[in-house]
C-alpha cells in the first residue's frame, strides 16, 4: 500500500508492547560523509559518530510509522550505546510502542527502539512523542 | 542500569552551533524528518511558534560531541534527555555539562544564546562489560 493512501495513525491507534516493524540502515562512506557536512568535527575515519544513534533511530521510527499527523512533537529521548559501528555495517532497528499515556491533555506515546548489526547490539533508544492527534 | 563509572571529568566542553535553514534542511534529508514544524514555513507560521523549529535531536548531537571531547570512545554511555524549549529557527545553541552535584553521572544541557535551557538531561558512563540491552 503506498503511504499517501493509509490513514494517519491517532493515539487511540496504539497498543503498548505491540512491534511496529523493523528498519535496516546501510552505514557507509556516504552516510558518513552526508553528517559530516552538516557536523565537521565528527569524522572519525570510519566509524559512527554517537550521535548518529539518534538519526539511525528516528530513520528507523519514520519508516516503521510512516503514517504520522502533522504536528508532533518530540518531547524525551533516551539512548544506551553500547558501541559505535563502522561503515560497511548494516544495522537493523526494531521498533515497538512502549505505552501512552493523557497528561495535561496532551497524548503522549513512547516508543523503544533496539538496533544491531554484524557484530551484535549496538544501542537502544526510548523516545516520548506528543502526538497530535 | 549497569555499574556506574566515575571519571575525573568535573566539566563537559561547550560545544555550539547556528541552528540556521541550511542545517534543518540538511538534518531533515538524513533522518527523512520533512515535519512540516521544522521545513514548511507556511505551517510553521500558523502554529504558536510562529516560524520553524529545529529538529530536537540537531542540537542533541551537541552533547554527543561534548561527551566524545570529554571522554573520547569509552563506551557504554546512557544519555536522557527532555526537549524542554524549541528551537527556533537562527538560534545559537550550545551545549555542556557538568558532574552532578547529587547523584551519578553528569547533568547535560543545550542552552540558546540567552542561557535558556532548550534540551536538558543526565549522561551516564557505564561498567563495560555491561550486559547488552
Not at chain 1, 503514517?67 to 550505546?81: S, T
Amino acid at each position: 500500500m503506498h503511504a499517501e493512501c493509509r490513514a494517519v495513525l491517532t493515539y487511540d491507534d496504539f497498543e503498548p508492547g505491540r512491534s511496529l516493524g523493523k528498519a535496516q540502515f546501510s552505514l557507509n562512506q556516504t552516510v558518513l560523509e552526508r553528517w559530516c557536512r552538516l557536523y565537521p568535527s565528527d569524522d572519525l575515519d570510519g566509524v559512527m559518530p554517537h550521535g548518529m544513534v539518534a538519526a539511525i533511530s528516528m530513520r528507523a521510527f519514520f519508516e516503521a510509522v510512516p503514517e504520522r499527523p502533522p504536528g508532533n512533537i518530540h518531547a524525551g529521548q533516551m539512548f544506551e550505546l553500547l558501541r559505535l559501528p563502522r561503515s560497511g555495517e548494516t544495522l537493523t532497528t526494531r521498533v515497538c510502542c512502549l505505552g501512552k499515556e493523557i497528561r495535561r491533555e496532551r497524548k503522549r506515546v513512547t516508543f523503544a527502539t533496539d538496533t544491531t548489526g554484524l557484530h551484535g547490539p549496538a544501542f537502544s533508544g526510548k523516545m516520548t512523542i506528543l502526538w497530535a492527534k | 542500569m549497569g555499574e556506574v563509572i566515575q571519571t575525573a571529568v568535573t566539566i563537559l566542553p561547550s560545544v555550539s552551533m547556528t541552528v540556521d535553514r541550511d542545517s534543518i534542511m540538511a538534518y531533515a534529508e538524513i533522518t527523512a524528518d520533512y515535519n512540516p514544524l521544522h521545513v514548511d514555513d507556511a505551517f510553521a507560521a500558523a502554529t504558536p511558534f510562529g516560524r520553524p523549529i529545529a529538529h530536537g535531536m540537531l542540537s542533541l548531537n551537541l552533547i554527543w560531541q561534548s561527551l566524545r571531547q570529554a571522554f573520547g570512545s569509552r563506551l557504554p554511555i546512557s544519555l536522557e534527555i527532555r526537549f524542554v524549549r524549541p528551537v527556533l529557527r537562527g538560534t545559537r545553541v550550545a551545549a555542556g555539562g557538568g558532574r552532578r552535584a547529587e547523584g551519578e553521572g553528569y547533568d547535560v544541557w543545550v542552552r540558546d544564546e540567552s542561557g535558556q535551557d532548550v534540551i536538558v538531561g543526565v549522561a551516564t558512563l557505564e561498567a563495560a562489560d555491561r550486559a547488552p540491552t
